[in-house]
């Protein structure tokens, strides 16, 4: 089975801080995904990569950045957090072939800013 | 950019009961899914669908992908308790000129509860 791996499951971090989100996949998916979820809004796409140290902007990338140095390893930053920022995050993977290969999820981590 | 209109927002129905709902979208797309996530979990895949007028059963869930490739339904049959949770569905945007295929996007999800 495919593990996507979330690094933390809860955050509090204040107001201008730098965050760091990490995430891990375990089976060389080429694809990596962060979305962040909101009660209905569903899941918003912030970024993706589809390759080591490629990145794309999804529908709201603004505030966020991204870092893939490692096929398996695929970074959220938060330059300086604000309080709209405070959301769950879900990292998740799939393989280049993606009809063959639905997104595959981590279980999340719920950041809180103040 | 594309959005998913899924319905209802919410249900709270009986144990035994079945269960309706849908997305539906002003775009083409070329894939549909539907996830299940549990509280404090990330979103688990239930079913894949790939090809218009697709119909696709996972032991009590059902799934259509519409005709037009602008819409899909879920239902559940039967309900139990542990089908409780948030439901999303989620379409493919076909990417042109790309060796990559396209982001997914996901509707604001049925959150269903279900009374024992």
């Known amino acids: 089975d495919v593990k996507v791996t979330q690094s933390s499951r809860y955050l509090v971090k204040r107001t201008g801080e730098k965050v760091f989100l990490e995430c891990v996949q375990d089976m060389d998916h080429e694809n990596m995904f962060w979305y962040r979820q909101d009660p209905g809004l569903g899941l918003r796409l912030i970024y993706f990569?589809?390759?080591?140290?490629?990145?794309e902007k999804g529908d709201i990338p603004e505030g966020y950045s991204v870092s893939r140095e490692k096929k398996e390893r695929f970074s959220l930053i938060l330059e300086s957090a604000s309080t709209n920022q405070t959301s769950m995050y879900l990292c998740?993977?799939?393989?280049?072939?993606?009809?063959?290969?639905?997104?595959?999820f981590g279980n999340g981590t719920r950041l809180t800013v103040t | 950019g594309q959005q998913l209109n899924q319905s209802p927002q919410s249900m709270f129905i009986q144990e035994g009961e079945d269960v309706s709902m849908n997305c539906t979208s002003s775009s083409i797309f070329n894939t549909w899914l539907w996830y299940k996530q549990d509280p404090g979990e990330g979103p688990v895949l239930l079913i894949a669908?790939?090809?218009?007028?697709e119909l696709t059963s996972n032991g009590r869930l059902t799934a259509q992908f519409g005709i037009t490739r602008k819409d899909s339904f879920l239902n559940i049959s039967a309900s139990i308790p542990s089908d409780v949770g948030i439901y999303f569905c989620a379409g493919q945007v076909p990417l042109k000129g790309s060796s990559n295929t396209g982001k997914l996007i996901f509707g604001q999800g049925t959150t269903l509860q279900v009374k024992p």
């Open positions: 669908l790939y090809k218009a007028g």
């Open positions: 998740a993977s799939s393989s280049l072939l993606f009809g063959n290969s639905p997104l595959h």
């Open positions: 990569s589809y390759d080591v140290k490629m990145k």
